[in-house]
C-alpha cells in the first residue's frame, strides 16, 4: 500500500472517521447497533470514494485496519520515551488527527475492530506499517542527558515538531478536546470575514462564562 499523501482529501476523511464513534468508541451504544454502525460505515465510504473512486467496503476497511496499526505504533513509541522521560517525536503526518483514538487503542493495543477485514499475516503489516510510518526515532531528551541521533531527518519547519510535541504529549481524551476538534472542523471551513467574527464572538462567551456571567440569552442568533 502506499504512503498517505498530506491532502485536503485525506483532512476530510479523518474528521469524517472523528465524527462517527459508531466506527471506532467500543463504549458508545451506535458501536453496538450493527445497523447504525453500517449506516456509519456507508458515510465514511462516500467521503473515501473521494481519495480513491474505485474503493469499496473491503478496501476501505482494510486501509483504516493499516492506519490504525500505524497510529498504534507511534503511539507506543511516544509512550516509551515519556516513560525515560524523552520526546519521540511522530512521523506520520496525521498522528495528531488520530489522537481521539488514544483511548481506544490503549484498551485493546493489539485487537484490530472486529468488524474489518485484517491483512492476510503479519509480515504484510509490518511492511505496510515500517513503510508508512517512515521509522524514524528522533528522540529528544527532556531533562539531562545525550540525545539519540537520526539517521537522516527530512527537512522540515522549525514549528512543526513543536506542534507535533505539544499536540501528543496527553493522549488522554476529556469533553473539552472532544467538543474542540469538532469546533476546529466547523471553524476551517469558514471564509477569513466569519472566522474572525466566531473567534471573537467565542472569546467574548468565554470570557463571561469565566466571571459567571453567562446566561442563556447571551448568544443573540441574527434575525
Known sequence: MSAIPQSDRWQDFFDTYRQLPALWRVSDEQYKNLRQRKAAYEK?????????????????????????????RELRKVEYNEELNKVYVPHLWYFNELTFLCDEVRKAPDKPDESMNEFKDDEEMDHWSESETKVFDHVLPTSSGSP???????????????LRMSSVSH??????????????????????KNKLLAKKAIEEILVLGQLNKLEFNSVKMPS
Open 44 to 72: 465514511l465510504l462516500q467521503c473515501y470514494k473521494k481519495i480513491d473512486g474505485k474503493a469499496n467496503m473491503d478496501s476501505m476497511r482494510r486501509k483504516i485496519n493499516g492506519i490504525r496499526t500505524c497510529f498504534r
Open 171 to 192: 493522549c488522554s481524551r476529556d469533553e473539552a478536546a472532544i467538543y474542540a476538534e469538532g469546533w476546529a472542523t466547523s471553524y476551517r471551513k469558514l471564509d477569513e
Open 148 to 162: 539519540v541521533e537520526p539517521a537522516q531527518l527530512e527537512q522540515t519547519s522549525p514549528e512543526e515538531p513543536l
